[in-house]
């Protein structure tokens, strides 16, 4: 589509059409919900979201607008749909990656939002209106929070597997920063919204083509009430536009997939997005991010779970091809980056890393600079603990040799499940993540194996 049939076409225009889709598959859902969606849209005097021309050029606002960034990406994907890795190993030394080194991971091109003309549905209240909540509120009328968060997304390492899809791509698709906003429970409690276990919230983006499929993902009301945020700000600004501009959701402990950007419309519903009368919305739930082994045609879609870490999901018989969700343990080394170094004039190197275990807590790291042969615990350092971000952990290599030496690292979390060593190969089919290796699947997603099998240093002899 080009973007000057995209711009010409009005927003009205775009919602009457999103309006008959929704009408057309409305019966199994609650056509009345669905209804009242559409109509508030297409109404003249209602604040109306405006998403024009995918691509266009994003001009910084005066007042309230997106801040500029200059990205300081690797790239893997270019634009429109830009895929870019924090580059280098050295981001994985600090607290917190810079907004401008902070990966990108766009499915579509960066849609241009007005803010101030910006309102966020809520659908799917039993026996009640639907909602339009604009920014104002949102940031206003709610307790405001501060989180730091560690995201990361599913494809990070998955080129350290053989033939998957997402060959060729490191370990930098994993950056922290600082995110404020609403806690999605305040709003939800404001309008009496069914938070009951079992039930699910559906967060669509405004970023997919109009007539859809749309990029939505369903979260578990359980963990969307124990701590996810709908963010205007990361680290301390309005949200650039890769990142979501005017507002996000963030699941903090769970893959990237999950934290919604330039966030549209929430569903409460009492099932993931599933089936037919959901089929402009499911392909990022129910068809990609799912565990495919080798020669599995597609997966088996579910209406619903109740485990969300891989290692659980993995280990279910109730699961045969686990979602993305909750985050395994896992650990960068950022220092030494690779290469030579020397010594400090003490005789001793410092390895620094991050460790992260989505929910859980990470409980040791082990550091081995013999490629895994012997290994020494690693301490902490740096801000006191917070819940959704990675750790820093140092570990002192005493009187390292010269010549060439594998760098490894190993987090362990607190239920003492271990980062696996290597990854396993296609054909063995693998269907657990154990000590030693972490299954195979078809796109290559959630490889927590020692990364990247670790860092050749060289100490120079002189
Ligand atoms: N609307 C929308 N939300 C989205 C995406 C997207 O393409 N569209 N990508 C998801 C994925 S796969 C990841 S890993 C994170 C990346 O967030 P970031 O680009 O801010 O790092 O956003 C998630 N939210
Ligand atoms: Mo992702």
Not at 87 to 92: A, I, L, Q
Not at 191 to 210: F, H, N, R
Not at 313 to 328: G, K, T
Not at 345 to 353: D, H, W
Request: net charge negative.
């Amino acid at each position: 589509m080009s973007g000057n049939n995209s711009r010409s076409q009005s927003r009205r225009d775009r919602f009457v059409s999103r309006r008959q889709l929704l009408a057309a598959s409305g019966a199994a859902i609650g056509a009345s919900a669905f209804a009242g969606w559409g109509t508030a849209r297409s109404q003249e005097n209602t604040p109306t979201n405006e998403t024009v021309t995918p691509g266009a050029a994003v001009e910084p606002e005066e007042e309230g607008g997106p801040p500029d960034v200059d990205k300081d990406l690797e790239i893997y994907t270019p634009r429109p749909a830009l895929i870019g890795e924090t580059p280098g190993r050295e981001p994985y030394s600090d607290f917190i990656t810079p907004v401008e080194e902070f990966f990108v991971r766009n499915h579509f091109p960066v849609p241009d939002i007005d803010a101030s003309q910006w309102t966020v549905s809520l659908t799917g209240l039993s026996g009640q209106e639907d909602v339009e909540l604009s920014m104002d509120e949102i940031k206003h009328s709610y307790p405001t929070e501060t989180k730091v968060v560690t995201m990361q997304c599913s494809g990070n390492s998955a080129g350290l597997l053989p033939e998957v899809e997402f060959t060729g791509l490191g370990f930098g698709l994993l950056s922290t920063t600082t995110f404020t906003g609403t806690p999605v429970s305040a709003i939800l409690e404001e309008y009496d919204a069914d938070t009951s276990q079992g039930m699910w919230l559906s967060a669509i983006g405004a970023d997919s083509p109009e007539g859809g499929p749309y990029y939505t993902r369903s979260v578990p009301m359980e963990k969307i009430t124990q701590d996810c945020l709908l963010a205007y700000e990361m680290a301390g600004r309005p949200l650039p536009p890769d990142h979501g501009y005017p507002l996000r959701l963030v699941v903090p402990g769970w893959y990237g997939v999950n934290s919604i950007k330039w966030l549209e419309r929430m569903h409460v519903m009492d099932m993931m997005v599933y089936g037919d009368e959901w089929e402009q919305y499911t392909q990022w739930q129910q068809d990609s991010y799912r565990f495919l082994r080798q020669g599995e045609e597609e997966p088996q879609d579910q209406r619903e779970i109740d485990v969300y870490d891989i290692y659980d999901q993995l280990a279910s018989d109730e699961i045969p091809n686990p979602y993305s969700f909750e985050m395994d343990v896992k650990s960068i080394i950022g220092y030494p980056t690779g290469g030579e170094v020397r010594p400090s004039p003490g005789g001793t190197i410092e390895v620094i890393g991050v460790a992260w275990a989505g929910d859980n807590e990470v409980a040791r790291v082990d550091v081995s600079t013999d490629g895994g042969e012997t290994w020494g615990e690693a301490e902490f350092f740096g801000p006191v603990e917070q819940p959704e971000a990675w750790r820093l952990f140092r570990y002192v290599w005493q009187d390292p040799q010269p010549g060439e030496h594998l760098v490894v690292s190993r987090a362990t979390d607190d239920e003492d499940r271990n980062q696996p060593a290597i990854v396993s190969q296609p054909d063995e089919r693998l269907d657990r993540i154990t000590d030693e290796k972490f299954p195979w699947n078809q796109a290559g997603y959630w490889n927590n194996a020692y990364e990247p099998h670790g860092v050749e240093v060289t100490i120079p002899s002189d």
